[in-house]
């Protein structure tokens, strides 16, 4: 849960966006977008989409036209392109701002880090040669597998698309696909949100509140089961740690007997059956630590694709932390389980138990 909540986090302030606005029937498409990237066209009907801007609370508003590009020949492969007008946008523009020798000009596009392609080559999409200027950071969100363009390169993409693609595009003219507001100062999202509704009928607002609400149903079930299997594993462990404790006791039992005849005293050798146990407890536990961050990292688009939630490595604290919480449960579980056969063993009688060995 924590891989995807930096997921979001990182990717929303990339958007810069407060709300998002779509078309109301489109809702669960821009959501989608946002979160896994699948490739998806739709615009509003009609052009209410422009009185936006003039909402009490607004402080910006940026139109996006989304463009799914085609599995052929004609294009590099199937992403979601995003255009832009340069002049409004504030998702690309922050990023050209913390890179200020990159310009998005003619023909140039921005890549999501998912995209596979080089700074300085080219990308065809429905015919139309790109050149990528830039590539931004991995959010484990829709925006890796995006590509941003101006509206301007978009358009005579469109309009040479009947020729140079297998499947002509349409762009209609003066519509979009959604809208990114950034509210005023002090002035709550949500309010701003239900005052765009109201205001502009067929819309539906996005809110990064109602994005994590989503990801957190989608996660629940998951979680749920993970939780319990995790619990009913360790309870089941436990007596099956005892009963291996108990057998390699009783093989243990001279050597035990032996340390108390010259002198240790019980609370030692509990101790040093218990610090034995921890050991092989911890050696285990990294073990299993280890294997488990690399299946994360490795299978992390596979989580993705297949939970169909965003999803990024957890930082190193929130990896440190879930691994140290681990490793402890690991020595207090091989602690409760070799506990009884430690106490068990040092009250017998060693010489009794030296002469049984013997016999």
């Known amino acids: ?35 896994t990237g699948t490739p998806t066209n739709f615009f509003f009907e009609g052009s209410g989409f422009e009185k936006i801007s003039g909402i009490k609370g607004v402080s910006k508003a940026a139109p996006q036209i989304y463009i799914a590009t085609l599995f052929a020949s004609c294009c590099a492969a199937p992403v979601q392109m995003i255009a832009i007008d340069p002049e409004r946008d504030f998702t690309v523009s922050t990023w050209l701002k913390e890179n200020p020798g990159v310009t998005l000009g003619k023909d140039d596009i921005i890549i999501g880090s998912a995209v596979i392609q080089d700074v300085g080559k080219d990308l065809i999409f429905y015919g139309h040669t790109f050149h990528v200027v830039g590539v931004l950071e991995r959010t484990g969100m829709g925006i890796d597998n995006a590509v941003f363009t101006r509206f301007e390169d978009a358009y005579v993409m469109a309009d040479e698309s009947g020729v140079k693609a297998v499947k002509k595009l349409t762009i209609p003219q003066g519509k979009v696909s959604a809208v990114l507001v950034k509210v005023d100062p002090g002035t709550s999202p949500a309010e701003v949100a239900s005052e765009i509704t109201a205001s502009v009928p067929g819309t539906k607002t996005i809110l990064p509140e109602g994005l994590i609400n989503a990801v957190s149903r989608q996660l629940g079930a998951t979680t749920r089961f993970l939780y319990l299997s995790a619990l009913a594993v360790t309870v089941m462990s436990i007596p099956l740690l005892a009963l291996i404790s108990v057998l390699v006791t009783n093989e243990r039992r001279r050597e035990v007997s032996i340390l108390r005849v010259l002198g240790a005293t019980k609370v030692f050798v509990v101790f040093l059956m218990l610090a034995e146990s921890a050991s092989l407890a911890i050696i285990g536990g990294l073990i299993g630590i280890g294997s488990a961050a690399g299946a994360l990292i490795l299978f992390q688009d596979f989580i993705m694709v297949t939970l169909k939630i965003p999803f990024i490595i957890p930082n190193p604290f929130a ?14 579980v091989a602690g409760i389980a070799s506990l009884y056969p430690a106490v068990i063993i040092v009250k017998s009688e060693p010489y009794e138990a030296i002469r049984g060995e013997e016999l």
């Open 1 to 35: 849960m924590s891989g995807a909540q930096q997921s979001l986090d990182t990717g929303i302030s990339r958007m810069g966006a407060d709300i998002l606005v779509v078309p109301e029937e489109y809702a669960g498409a821009g959501q989608t977008i946002i979160l």
């Open 319 to 332: 990896l440190l932390a879930h691994g140290g919480s681990a490793l402890l449960l690991s020595i207090v």
